[in-house]
Nanobody, 123 residues
Framework: QVQLVESGGGLVETGGSLRLSCAASGDTFSNYAMAWFRQAPGKEREFVAVIRWNPNSPIYADFAKGRFTISRDNAKNAVYLQMNSLKPEDTADYYC????????????????WGQGTQVTVST
């Protein structure tokens, strides 16, 4: 049974940084696409970034380009989201998602989800 557990959220000031982690278990993730989505209060969940274990070829939402970096550690079955230059509009619950297929930008394509970690960026 695949399980995803996020951590690393919290409260940060505008311009600050956070590193989110997603620990995956229950399978061999070499052929999985691993993604981050986020959902702000009152809004729909949106794509942030995705990476495959092999090859390492990330895709980012426009708002994430240049500020966020997705990475993975194969040995630890972990995916990370380094977020820099955070803005108040980045405030959201951030979710890790996985699918045993190619990368996708659409939440409907992901079978496995974590419980989310909250990120709050203060002004």
């Amino acid at each position: 049974q695949v399980q995803l557990v996020e951590s690393g959220g919290g409260l940060v000031e505008t311009g600050g940084s956070l590193r989110l982690s997603c620990a995956a278990s229950g399978d061999t993730f070499s052929n999985y696409a691993m993604a981050w989505f986020r959902q702000a209060p009152g809004k729909e969940r949106e794509f942030v970034a995705v990476i495959r274990w092999n090859p390492n070829s990330p895709i980012y939402a426009d708002f994430a380009k240049g500020r966020f970096t997705i990475s993975r550690d194969n040995a630890k079955n972990a995916v990370y989201l380094q977020m820099n230059s955070l803005k108040p509009e980045d405030t959201a619950d951030y979710y890790c998602a996985a699918r045993q297929s190619v990368r996708s930008l659409y939440e409907r394509d992901y079978q496995y989800w974590g419980q989310g970690t909250q990120v709050t960026v203060s002004t």
